[in-house]
C-alpha cells in the first residue's frame, strides 16, 4: 500500500510536531519522518511524504529518499496540495492520501483514492509505537456488528466508496 502523507497538514494537525514547528521547521519535518520510519518499519508501507516547495523549490521540485521514506517537495509556484491532487488523479486508487485538507480529500476520493485525516493516522501511528513498545500484535478492530443470519429490514450495506475508505484503513 503507498500513502502520500501532506507533511506540513499532518505537522500542523500533532501537538508534539507542533512544538517542535514552533522552534524550528526543520525539527518538525525530521520529527514526521522519524515517526513515519518507525511506522514503515513496523507495518511495511511505502510511504511518500509530500511539503510545499513552492517558495524556496526549484523549478523540478526537489525529490529525495530519507530513512526509507520518499520526501517530495513541489516545484516552485506549485503547493503540496496540487501535488497530492496529482497524485490521485494518476494512481487512481492505488494511493492513500493522508490529509486534513477538505478540498484535496474531495479531489482524491472523487478520483478514487481512499482518504485518512491527519488526526487519524496519527492515532494508527501512535498506536502502532505502542504496540513495538509493548512487543504484541495488534488486535483487529470489529467493523460494525456480527455476522447475522437472518435479513431484518433494508440492506445496511455501506456506499462503495465508504467501504473502500474503510478497508484502506484496515490496512493501516
Known sequence: MLLA???YNFIKQSPELRRLEQ???QKARE???EGLARYKRLKGHALLVVFDGWQAGGAAGRREKVRGIEVLFSRTGEKADDVLKRLAAEKRGGI???TSDNEVAFHAEKCGS???SAAEFGEKMEMAKYVDLKGG???A???GRGADTVKKGPSRRLPKSR???LAAKEKL
Open 5 to 7: 502523507i501532506d507533511g
Open 23 to 25: 522552534i524550528e521547521l
Open 31 to 33: 520529527g514526521l519522518i
Open 96 to 98: 492513500t492520501i493522508v
Open 114 to 116: 481512499p482518504v485518512i
Open 137 to 139: 500484535r495488534e488486535e
Open 141 to 143: 478492530e470489529p467493523l
Open 163 to 165: 467501504r473502500k475508505n
